[in-house]
């Protein structure tokens, strides 16, 4: 197909287009004249890819190349490639230097090592969870922490577990990366919903107008 039907399908401008070539995000199209070239699935797929990382991982350019040389790099462990598109959606984290970041990170060290998890303390993850755990201390709720932080990394690991085996269904490492970007972003939008939702449900039950209390002795009511 002609650049211009590449657009069409993708609809991403032709002079973007010619941008991601010059940028080396796009493999060049194959001449078929001076000045005339062809593109193929291929290139569309690429395309879908590039405005994945961008539009919904708001990646930048210069990340979305490191990712896609990790994706061309069929040297590259799948895991590698994987943790190249996640680290580029989350960014360098930074942790103010107080007293409270620097327990966040001795506990978020504490839970990696207690569950085994296989990644550094230092990680963009990590340093993300750590700075969130440092907030809530900040305000006065770090018993909050205490108190759901296991619950919730139960919670996060069968997350992953579903995650990753939806990305595992995507044949080409292509899609698995572009999996693992919109999963990433717009999956944390759908179980953020979904807790909102359960919140609502749960609240309900509990507090509502037509809850029935719990007995003194934590029985519960029973109709007779």
């Not at 922490?145 to 292509?174: K, N």
């Amino acid at each position: 197909m002609r650049i211009g039907e590449l657009s069409r399908r993708t609809g991403v401008p032709v002079a973007t287009i010619k941008y991601y070539v010059r940028e080396g995000l796009l493999p060049a199209g194959r001449l078929t004249s001076p000045n005339q070239a062809a593109y193929d699935d291929t290139h569309e797929h690429r395309l879908r890819l590039i405005r994945a990382l961008l539009d919904v991982g708001g990646l930048s350019v210069s990340s979305i190349r490191d990712v896609l040389e990790a994706v061309d790099d069929r040297t590259q462990p799948v895991h590698e490639v994987l943790g190249w598109a996640a680290k580029g959606i989350l960014g360098p984290a930074g942790v103010a230097a107080d007293p409270a970041a620097a327990a966040a990170r001795d506990r978020v060290a504490g839970l990696i090592e207690r569950r085994g998890w296989q990644v550094a303390p230092e990680s963009p993850p990590a340093e993300a969870l750590a700075e969130a755990l440092a907030a809530l201390d900040r305000v006065g709720h770090g018993v909050f922490v205490d108190a759901v932080l296991e619950d919730y990394a139960d919670a996060a690991e069968d997350v992953a577990r579903v995650d990753l085996e939806y990305v595992g269904r995507h044949g080409s490492v292509e899609d698995m990366v572009e999996s693992v970007v919109v999963g990433t972003v717009l999956g944390e939008a759908v179980l953020a919903a979904l807790r909102r939702l359960a919140h609502v449900h749960a609240s309900a039950r509990r507090y509502g107008a037509a809850a029935v209390p719990p007995a003194a002795d934590g029985s519960g009511a029973h109709s007779s």
